[in-house]
Structures are given as C-alpha cells and as structure tokens.
C-alpha cells in the first residue's frame, strides 16, 4: 500500500477503484424495477426520476446523463460501474453498496447515503449539496475536486480516505471516526460540527490555523489580546 510522509509518521493512501468495462448494452427496457438485476448495460440520458430501484443490482454499469430526482435506490448494489453527469434531488441510496464505482460531475442535492458501504470510490468534480453519510462505512475513498456543502458524516467511519482539491463546507463530523483520513488537499475547510472527532485526520498547518477558533471555543479556551 502506497504511504504519505507527514511530518515522523506516514498516513496510508486510499486504494482507487481500477474499471475496465467492457462493450456495454444500450439499455432499452422501461423503468427500473426493485430488486432488479442489471449487467453491462449503459442508460443513457434516461428520466428515472421518482422510480424505484430498491435492492437492485448494477454490475459493469454506466449511468451517464441520468435525472435521479427522488429515485429510490435503498438497499442496491453497484459494482463496477460508472455515474457520470448524473443529476438529482433527493436520490435515496440508504444501505446500499458502493464498491469500485466512479461518480464524476454529478449535480445531486440532498442524497440520501445513510448506512450506505463505499469501498474504492472515487467522487471527481460536480457539485453535491446536504449528502446524508450518517452512519456509513467509507473505505478507499477519494473525493476529487467537487464541492460537498454542508455534507454530514455523523456516526460515519471513515478508513483511508483522501479529500484532493475539494471545498468542504459546514460539514458535521458529529461522532464519526476517522482513521488515516487526508484533509490537506482541502482548498476550504469548514467545519460545523464535530471539531473533537479531528483525531485520526491529517490537516495541514493552513489549515491548523483557520481551526484554531473553532478547536478554541470546543477545548473551552478564551482568546483575549
């Protein structure tokens, strides 16, 4: 596994999903279905919005251009597979699992990951507003310049995971844990709730300093000049 000096100690690097799909399906069917089962296919600039996908199974998939508006997914299963200019509001993703996937340049508001797995996902450009990690498990995670506002990792457990050119605003670590998680690609650090919860994270000493009020008012220390 690859390692980053910082400062006497190394902080492991995120593993990235590695895909290699192969000739995909045009998919031609209809709406999805719960618990459906969809293999190599590509769904192209289609309207799932408001449908329900529930427990389904996407495996060497690609979504590109898709409408997610209050799409439920809870439960499914994406494997191997790619999201690329998908856009939404309220697309529902609890407890489902997210392993080797790709999400670029997605325009999403208020997604809904709770519970949810990631293992080697790699969330490059886009913009997602009010994204609902509580109580998730992200592993091998690389968040690449996008920008994530007020997303919520309360109750989360983050492992190996890397934040590259990304804004980061209001963001709630309310009691999640952290475990060789690379803050210091940040360009804007904001920090809502759960200052405390730092440990295990790496900053850099910019943004050491921006903290410091907020490390400040949580250890209870007053600054006067």
Do not use: W
């Amino acid at each position: 596994m690859a390692r980053r000096a910082v400062g006497g100690t190394r902080v492991k690097a995120a593993f990235r999903p590695e895909l290699r799909l192969p000739a995909l399906e045009r998919y031609e069917g209809g709406g999805l279905e719960p618990d459906g089962d969809y293999d190599g296919l590509e769904f192209r600039e289609a309207d799932f919005a408001g449908q329900d996908g529930g427990g389904a199974r996407f495996m060497d998939c690609a979504l590109t251009g898709c409408a997610l508006d209050g799409t439920r997914l809870s439960r499914a299963r994406v494997l191997d597979s790619v999201f690329a200019g998908v856009r939404g509001v309220g697309t529902d993703l609890a407890g489902a699992t997210l392993r080797d996937v790709e999400l670029t340049d997605a325009r999403l508001g208020g997604t809904q990951l709770h519970g949810a797995a990631l293992e080697r996902v790699l969330v490059r450009g886009g913009k997602i507003d009010f994204l609902n990690l509580r109580s998730a498990r992200l592993q091998d995670v690389v968040f690449e310049g996008c920008v994530l506002v007020e997303p919520d990792f309360g109750g989360a457990r983050l492992e190996r995971v890397e934040f590259v050119d990304c804004a980061l605003k209001g963001v709630d670590l309310s009691g999640a844990t952290l475990k060789d998680v690379d803050l210091r690609g940040v360009a804007s650090l904001e920090i809502a709730r759960g200052v405390d919860r730092l440990s295990g994270a790496v900053i850099g000493t910019a943004q050491l300093l921006d903290l410091a009020p907020v490390l400040a008012g949580e250890l209870g220390i007053r600054v006067e000049d």
